[in-house]
Structures are given as C-alpha cells and as structure tokens.
C-alpha cells in the first residue's frame, strides 16, 4: 500500500526566507498529492494540490513540484511571513480506494520576524 | 466559501462512555470521511462512506466504531465505549468526487478534541 514520508519535521526560517518541504511516496499509480496547512486548533486545509499530469504548480507564494520518476513532491514557500507559521501536511491518495488519503508526519513550520 | 461543520469541537468523556460526533458535510459534496489526529501525530484515515454505506475503513474503525448518516444533511461518528486511547482530535470531511483519473480535494470540518477520562 502508499507510504508517504515526509522531511523535515521542523523547519525554522527568517522572515522573507523561503521554505521547502519534501515529501516521498511509494506507489508510482498514485496521481494527486496535496499540501494541507493546520494552524492551532484547526483542520487541515488545502492550500495546493498537484496531479500526476503535470511536474510544477504555482499559486503566489506556493508552488509544488512534482517528480514521478523519483516518486517525490515538494512544497516550496518564497518570501515566507509569520502567518505561514503552522504544521504542514502532505498526502497521497490510496490508489483503488474511495479517495482516502495517506498522510505524511507533517513538518511544524516557524517563520521568526 | 462552503464549509464543513463539526460539533461539538471539544468532549470530555468517561471510559466507557458513547460518544456521538457530529458533522454537517457540504451540500452538494457526495464522499465522507473520518480521520483522527492523536495529539502530534499524523492524521489517520478512519473510515470512508458513500451512498449511504461504508466504502472503506482503517484497522482503527474496530466494532466500537460506527457512522451514520442519518438525514440528508447530517453525518455521524460514534464510539460505543470509549477508551483511554481514543483521545484525539475527530476530523470530518467531504468531497464533491472521486475518480480513478481525477481526484477533487477534500474539506475538512475544525475538528471535536474528544478527552476520555
């Protein structure tokens, strides 16, 4: 079955740094790997998602990369802000299943000012 | 933006004791789900339902574990006789579809911190 690993688990970065977080996955069938954000108290929520059919996605400052080959995605965060502070997420789909996703272990960003 | 509504968002119960967790999934959303989140660990998959029945579930979703959609708006996650390990965070969560091609993102609800004492 998928299993998603995820790197690293903490990740401290200044203030308008950029931030990566690199996930792998193990069934090469999967075709959909989102990045969820959690902040304190809250669900997960969706903040990109990329499919099977393309390598790279952007949206402002977040952009996820896509490496089949490799069977990795990355999540990559440019001009990073303390709102982006939280514990992320990535996660892959159980190919064959009724869309349960697996999840990473997540990585507890910090962005200091 | 629709949203998918959790409650309570914090239950404190005796061992032993059934709890019943509530979630109200977008309207016109057809996939439901149940995750639970031990305190700092990863989200793990419950249970998925579609069409009024159970699709899938975890080695977790033991026979203490049920859910119910009991009307057309209303989804339910009950635990018969809670243990000390079920202390969690419940998360619910919809899905418009599900594809072997395409995959439409879940929204997940906030959330019942579920305390068994």
């Known amino acids: 079955g998928e299993n998603v690993e995820q790197h690293p688990s903490t990740l401290s970065v200044q203030e308008g740094d950029s931030a990566v977080i690199k996930c792998t996955y193990s069934?090469?069938?999967?075709?959909?790997f989102p990045w969820y954000k959690q902040e304190l108290g809250k669900g997960p929520q969706l903040i990109i998602d990329?499919?099977?059919?393309?390598g790279e996605k952007k949206d402002q400052r977040i952009a996820v990369t896509l490496n089949k080959t490799a069977k990795h995605f990355s999540l990559h965060i440019t001009e990073t802000q303390p709102e982006d502070s939280a514990v992320y997420f990535c996660?892959?789909?159980?190919?064959?299943?009724?869309?349960?996703?697996?999840f990473g272990k997540g990585t507890k960003l910090s962005v200091k000012p | 933006e629709p949203e998918v509504t959790q409650t309570p968002s914090h239950q404190v119960t005796q061992m032993g004791q059934e709890v019943i967790l509530r979630c109200v999934p977008i309207?016109?959303?057809?996939?439901f789900y149940w995750y639970r989140q031990i305190l700092g660990q990863k989200v793990e998959f419950l249970v998925s339902?579609?069409?009024?029945?159970?699709?899938?579930k975890s080695e977790i979703f033991d026979d203490q574990f049920s859910v119910e959609r009991p009307d057309g708006s209303n989804f339910t996650l009950k635990i018969r006789s809670t243990k000390l390990e079920d202390s969690a965070m419940y998360f619910c969560?919809?899905?418009?579809?599900?594809?072997?091609?395409?995959?439409?993102?879940?929204?997940f609800g906030s959330g019942t911190r579920l305390t068994v004492v």
């Open positions: 996660a892959a789909p159980v190919v064959g299943s009724q869309g349960n996703l697996i």
């Open positions: 990329i499919r099977s059919n393309v």
């Open positions: 069934d090469s069938a999967s075709n959909y």
């Open positions: 339902f579609y069409n009024n029945e159970i699709s899938e």
């Open positions: 309207s016109n959303h057809l996939y």
């Open positions: 969560a919809s899905s418009e579809g599900v594809g072997s091609l395409l995959f439409y993102g879940y929204t």
